[in-house]
């Protein structure tokens, strides 16, 4: 028996009259001697038609023809179909490509602990496709195949798209795999090393509004010293109404390092009256997408050694000046918990520091390497 609810559905899917007839599951048989089994299935379509046209009877639901009323929801419910499904397909392929590939997540964040944006794109699929399922305008069963094609074709654009961006753009493929270094907050990842001119670069992304960057500031001005001359530098305090008001800081926003060592990439938001994010560039994003978590100051260097998080406690820094912090700085008093706090993550950095110039094919600086205590935590590293 012909089930000619389906060969109006599949009519509407814009299937021609000899693949509906030789659709099992439409059902329809024909003698040998009469023709083409489309061009019959046709003729008895519209004999059907006809007669139900002449005598004013309206279709059974499963015969109405294009122009019943619910031809078009119909279509509508299909079309919605497969959007839906194309778009959840695309969002959950976008994903597991960006796993294996980390650069494809750049340009649209897939991956945590950025927001991933292109879940939105999944979730947006989902509501399409309930709507043609909960209103009941047309059966799943005859769109979800063409949903997944779909789907599949606009990941490779999307996916395939991004990577080559990516590629031209020397974005890297970072490892989220990362092992605990020595010192607290360092991390070691298995990347490829980030130089610049051949020297490991050292990326900083803060916020002078910051109190962990503020108070972080120092070790970093400190430690970099011992790599290259300075310049640019100026010096302010953290925003006041932040935790840890008015902390003392070098400001790190307009500075430059001469160094034959070091290449110094600093990312820092200059308001001190609030936390400001500034521009990065693609590359500078990777490392932030895979590391990051949210906080700052986020430390980045050769590529394979990070620290998220502040480097100095600004707890010890309360009540103090610049000028007191710099007194103390110059005095040098071990005894001084000002400098002892500062003076202990100096060492770290400039072990990390002269990691990185190894790594690079560098001799790092042999008043750096002749001290005791970075020469031990760089045997650690």
């Not at 019943?68 to 279509?75: I, K, Q, V, Y």
């Not at 947006?124 to 063409?146: E, M, Q, R, T, Y």
């Not at 490892?175 to 991390?187: K, L, M, R």
Request: with cysteine; net charge negative.
């Amino acid at each position: 028996m012909t089930d000619w609810n389906r060969v109006n559905r599949l009519r509407a899917k814009g299937y021609d009259w000899k693949s509906i007839a030789d659709d099992p599951k439409v059902g329809f048989t024909h003698s040998d001697d009469s023709g083409d089994p489309g061009r019959a299935l046709k003729a008895l379509y519209l004999t059907r038609k006809s007669r139900s046209t002449r005598s004013g009877k309206p279709g059974t639901p499963g015969e109405s023809g294009e122009d019943s009323p619910t031809a078009a929801p119909r279509r509508w419910g299909g079309r919605l179909e497969v959007l839906g499904v194309a778009l959840i397909i695309a969002g959950l392929v976008w994903v597991a490509v960006a796993l294996a590939f980390p650069s494809v997540a750049v340009l649209i964040p897939a991956l945590p602990p950025r927001v991933p944006d292109i879940f939105l794109v999944v979730i947006a699929g989902i509501a399409v496709l309930l709507v043609p399922l909960v209103l009941g305008l047309a059966p799943f069963a005859d769109h979800w195949k063409k949903g997944l094609a779909a789907g599949l074709a606009l990941a490779v654009v999307l996916a395939g798209g991004s990577g080559l961006l990516a590629i031209a753009a020397g974005i890297p493929n970072l490892s989220p795999d990362t092992t605990q270094g020595p010192g607290v907050g360092w991390e070691k990842a298995p990347n490829p090393n980030w130089e610049s001119a051949g020297k490991p670069v050292v990326f900083f992304y803060g916020s002078e509004a910051c109190p962990f960057c503020s108070a972080s500031s120092w070790a970093i001005e400190r430690a970099m010293a011992s790599f290259g001359t300075w310049s640019g530098l100026s010096y302010a305090s953290s925003n006041p109404a932040d935790t840890y008001p008015n902390t003392p800081e070098v400001a790190l926003s307009s500075s430059s390092l001469l160094s034959a060592y070091l290449s110094w990439d600093v990312k820092e938001g200059s308001d001190t009256s609030r936390i400001s994010e500034p521009d990065v560039s693609l590359t500078e994003q990777a490392y932030l997408n895979a590391y990051d978590t949210g906080g700052i100051p986020f430390f980045v260097v050769g590529g394979t050694y990070i620290h998220v998080g502040t480097i100095v406690d600004p707890q010890a820094l309360q009540g103090q000046t610049v000028t007191s912090v710099q007194q103390s700085l110059q005095t040098a008093n071990p005894n001084d918990p000002v400098y002892a706090t500062i003076e202990a993550q100096v060492v770290y950095l400039e072990a990390y520091f002269a990691k990185a110039c190894q790594n690079a094919g560098l001799t790092p600086p042999s008043a750096v390497t002749g001290d005791s205590s970075v020469s031990a935590i760089m045997a650690q590293i």
